[in-house]
């Protein structure tokens, strides 16, 4: 798999919408549940790698536990304080002076909001 398409934890990225597509190209293939433990490794990257190979690999021997340990991980207050200023410092002049059209650019921050927010606590939209 391509380093860039691998989940690394950053900000911008959902890990449910990674592991979704890991799930669903394992169950085209015929991938058992045993089988994807140990291959989960290869969907991820960077701090998420890290915090696979050392805390979920060595505890966690079901699938669905190591999923539910990760993104449980990637949902922490740091994490979700992390959400918060980057959506804070999300710019569209940002985009549009890296070349991008308006309608690009707005689309852009329209889909960045949307995922990111999803990692902020519901309490933020009340």
Excluded: C
Excluded at 32 to 51: I, R, W, Y
Excluded at 100 to 123: C, G, H, N, Q
Aim: hydrophobic share 45%; no cysteine.
């Amino acid at each position: 798999m391509d380093r860039a398409a691998k989940f690394k934890g950053m900000t911008d990225q959902l890990f449910i919408d990674y592991k979704t597509q890991y799930d669903l190209v394992t169950r085209d293939i015929g991938v058992s549940a045993h089988q994807k433990m140990p291959l989960l490794h290869n969907l991820l990257d960077g701090e998420a790698l890290k915090f696979y190979l050392d805390e979920v690999m060595r505890t966690t021997i079901s699938y669905d536990t190591a999923g539910a340990n990760s993104e449980g991980r990637l949902f922490t207050a740091v994490h979700q304080g992390r959400a918060a200023n980057y959506l804070q410092n999300l710019r569209m002049s940002a985009f549009i002076k890296a070349d991008m059209s308006e309608a690009d650019a707005l689309y852009k921050v329209f889909t960045t909001i949307a995922r990111v927010s999803m990692k902020l606590p519901w309490e933020v939209f009340r």
